[in-house]
């Protein structure tokens, strides 16, 4: 395996991690957003009113992309374990 192949291998699961990761972040961060601002503007501080939007928000993020999540790293691995004869023989 060349140097070459090994950072190939890391850049695309890198790339997979950031885009599995993505819907759920970027929802916690909007939800988060939106609370901290309605409590800014309230002046409510009330801790479980951060908290219980945004895992109940994520949740609901989680089971609509899913499928589509399982589908992506399905398809790396499959990926991957089609590149092992390539990766052994060096070329």
Same mark, same amino acid.
């Given at each position: 395996?060349? $140097? *070459?192949?090994? %950072?190939?291998? +890391? ?8 885009? %599995?990761?993505? $819907?759920? %972040? ?6 988060? /957003? @939106?609370? @901290?601002?309605?409590? @800014?503007?309230?002046?409510?501080? *009330?801790?479980?009113? @951060? /908290?219980? $939007? ?14 589509? !999540?399982?589908? *992506?790293?399905?398809? /790396?691995?499959? *990926? !991957?374990?089609?590149?092992? $004869?390539?990766? %052994?023989? +060096? +070329?």
């Amino acid at each position: 395996m060349t $140097p *070459e192949a090994v %950072l190939d291998i +890391g850049m695309q699961g890198l790339m997979l991690a950031a885009k %599995l990761a993505a $819907p759920l %972040l970027i929802t916690a961060l909007v939800v988060g /957003f @939106s609370i @901290s601002l309605l409590q @800014s503007i309230t002046q409510i501080q *009330e801790v479980t009113l @951060s /908290f219980v $939007p945004k895992a109940i928000a994520v949740a609901i993020a989680l089971i609509v992309c899913g499928n589509w !999540m399982i589908a *992506e790293a399905i398809a /790396f691995t499959h *990926e !991957m374990f089609a590149r092992i $004869p390539q990766l %052994l023989s +060096g +070329g």
